[in-house]
């Protein structure tokens, strides 16, 4: 294939490419080749997404699929389709190492539920994803191996913590991602990079596979550059696993044809909430110009608009930040030298209790370490009850105030993330504002509601990517993809092109500062 066709081929949605290759207008095999090339072409110029690309692996899995369309099977409406893999997620063939020193060059012996749904239904994984150590942070500069760039402006962080599944989206080097969302993780990279990002029920895609930060808010997500491609991904990999025992025994909602549905055009008769408590003051006047746009936009397509209030809100970022480092402080007591990863100084004349504590301090960075000291102090015998006892006290308020504002509402928005995507290094010595990014998304976790980010424009001031966050009941995520879609419908007539394709490509990041 010449280079155009191959750029051709990487700027296609994920829908398409799927149609394409099972009307074997194209096969796998090339659509495979022609984003691991764009791969290598993009991460020559610093972007930093991937840790890992399985290029071998990639085009045996994609000549397989190709054979069976040959035969006439098809597994899935995505088969043959590329995909790219946050490196927090079991993968039996490849590391995964949660871009930590401490689980460097790590292969596991099995795969996560969400891997094994991907390679069943015929999708191709490319290879890992960058992300904040542990998935611990919201800029993607607490990677052990660099920080990710935002393909938009790479002196900007491309969010955290699956930046590196964000940018890669973004720009081309995979049609669909997984992620996974703690306090965000998929919402803001989303929001930041252009891109589609769900947070889908807590428990209705299976963690099984995925390295534990916070048990209580993890959940894992598709990132696409169309809602109808996040819809999709969504779909393979959702549904009960009787290896989580969180997994929720329901079956997933129609979030397909809610997306296909929203596409149409119609919100008549649906009911959208404007949070009162997350806009306003401290919020970048761009993105609040882009949603105030978007709720216009919701408006004329036939949505009746109210604000709702939910004064809990305003909790919620302090209760995070000790539920989850709790959590965490609890989850990677695990990493211990003892089992697998790490280990440092054992040479004999060393005690257990001094090889583990000298394989913490070399393999475990500073916001790992900041997360894990919080957590333990929170969930210490003098604390317990002063701190995380009346933290998960606000996260029962937190769930009322959704419940009372979904009996006014069918879905709630707000902006995704309070600012546009700051400077790389402008947040690294200030904790506090870098938590804030997660501001808007965190009640979402908290509940264990779905959240869905949606590309509403640039910001005038920077011409930088702002999400629109759309927010459901638990078990009700088709509603995010209807509002979704029919907002992303309108958008994109209303400007003539499709928002992704607004993208920087690879040849612009190569001349970048």
Same mark, same amino acid.
């Given at each position: ?321 000790? #539920? +989850? ?6 989850? *990677? !007591?695990?990493? $211990?030298? =003892?089992?697998? @990863? /790490?280990? %440092? ?103 264990? #509601? +779905? ?6 424009? *640039? !910001?005038?001031? $920077?011409? =930088?990517?702002? @999400? /629109?966050? %759309? ?43």
């Amino acid at each position: 294939m010449s280079g155009s066709d191959t750029d051709a081929l990487t700027r296609l949605d994920a829908a398409e490419l799927a149609r394409r290759v099972q009307a074997r207008e194209v096969s796998s095999v090339e659509v495979t080749r022609a984003h691991l090339e764009r791969i290598e072409a993009v991460e020559r110029t610093g972007l930093n997404a991937f840790l890992h690309v399985a290029a071998d692996q990639a085009l045996a899995a994609a000549a397989a699929v190709d054979d069976e369309i040959a035969a006439g099977t098809v597994r899935s409406p995505l088969a043959g389709v590329p995909v790219a893999i946050k490196d927090n997620m079991t993968t039996r063939d490849m590391p995964t190492t949660c871009a930590s020193r401490i689980l460097d060059g790590w292969r596991p012996p099995y795969d996560a539920t969400v891997v094994r749904r991907l390679r069943d239904a015929g999708l191709v994984p490319l290879g890992k994803t960058n992300l904040d150590e542990f998935a611990m942070g919201g800029s993607n500069e607490n990677s052990a191996y660099g920080a990710v760039r935002n393909p938009w402006d790479r002196t900007r962080v491309p969010g955290g913590s699956s930046g590196g599944s964000a940018a890669a989206t973004a720009v081309g080097e995979a049609p669909l991602a997984l992620g996974s969302d703690t306090g965000g993780s998929i919402r803001q990279p989303g929001a930041f990079t252009g891109t589609v990002g769900m947070k889908p029920t807590y428990g209705t895609v299976s963690r099984y596979g995925l390295v534990a930060f916070s048990s209580s808010l993890d959940q894992i997500g598709p990132l696409g550059r169309t809602v109808l491609d996040a819809a999709m991904l969504h779909e393979v990999v959702g549904g009960h696993d009787p290896c989580d025992q969180t997994s929720i025994d329901a079956p997933l909602p129609p979030v397909v044809e809610a997306a296909l549905a929203g596409a149409r055009g119609d919100l008549a008769g649906v009911r959208v909430g404007v949070v009162t408590e997350l806009s306003g003051e401290g919020y970048q006047p761009g993105v609040l110009a882009a949603f105030t746009d978007a709720v216009r936009v919701l408006t004329e397509l036939g949505a009746e608009v109210v604000e709702v209030s939910c004064p809990s809100f305003t909790y919620a970022m302090p209760a995070y930040y000790l #539920i +989850a480092p709790s959590e965490a402080s609890s989850n *990677l !007591a695990r990493f $211990d030298a =003892m089992r697998y @990863g /790490l280990r %440092v100084g054992d040479d004999g004349s060393r005690s257990t209790d001094e090889v583990m504590s000298a394989t913490r301090e070399a393999g475990f960075g500073p916001e790992v370490k900041r997360r894990i000291m919080i957590g333990t102090h929170a969930l210490s015998a003098g604390s317990y009850d002063a701190l995380y006892g009346k933290a998960q006290k606000v996260r029962t308020l937190i769930v009322r105030d959704f419940t009372a504002a979904f009996e006014r509402c069918d879905v709630l928005v707000s902006p995704t993330v309070p600012t546009t995507a700051f400077p790389i290094g402008d947040r690294v010595d200030d904790p506090v504002s870098m938590y804030l990014a997660d501001l808007c998304t965190i009640p979402a976790n908290l509940a264990g #509601i +779905a959240g869905l980010s949606v590309p509403c424009g *640039l !910001a005038p001031e $920077d011409g =930088m990517p702002v @999400g /629109l966050q %759309v927010m459901t009941p638990a078990l009700a995520d088709d509603r995010a993809y209807r509002v979704g879609a029919a907002y992303e419908t309108a958008r994109d007539a209303a400007s003539g092109v499709p928002f992704a394709s607004t993208v920087p490509d690879p040849a612009a990041l190569e001349t970048a500062s």
